[in-house]
């Protein structure tokens, strides 16, 4: 079984900085920590940042300029830095794994994976 930890997560007034973390649990099976999503209450889950399968990041737009995503290879570990926080940056943050494709002729299948979540509140 896959297990995802995120960690860093908590509570700043606009304007200040947090930095995520996420790792594979040392019992679970090799997986690519690809990126960041969030979710608030009453919305969809969204995009922050992710790396792609090519190694360029999608950034979302409201994240340009104040975000940045980094990760360790070697140890499977996905960062995200976050500057200049905002209230509507206010929700649970995951991150999102993938495992290498499972392929069926030329059809490649990815399962994705998700950890708890960490929460993060930006409020005056």
């Known amino acids: 079984q896959v297990q995802l930890v995120e960690s860093g997560g908590g509570s700043v007034q606009p304007g200040g900085s947090l930095r995520l973390s996420c790792e594979a649990s040392?019992?679970?099976?090799?997986?690519?920590?690809m990126g960041w999503y969030r979710q608030a209450p009453g919305k969809q889950r969204e995009l922050v940042a992710a790396?792609?399968?090519?190694?360029?990041?999608n950034l979302a737009e409201n994240a340009k300029g104040r975000f940045a995503l980094s990760r360790d290879i070697s140890k499977n570990i996905l960062y995200l830095q976050m500057n200049d926080l905002k209230a509507e940056d206010t929700a649970v943050y995951y991150c999102?794994?993938?495992?290498?494709?499972?392929?069926?002729?030329?059809?490649?299948?990815?399962?994705?994976?998700w950890g708890q979540g960490t929460r993060v509140t930006v409020t005056s």
């Open positions: 999102n794994a993938e495992s290498s494709p499972a392929i069926t002729g030329s059809t490649a299948t990815y399962l994705n994976y």
């Open positions: 040392r019992t679970s099976f090799r997986v690519n920590i």
């Open positions: 790396f792609t399968r090519g190694g360029n990041i």
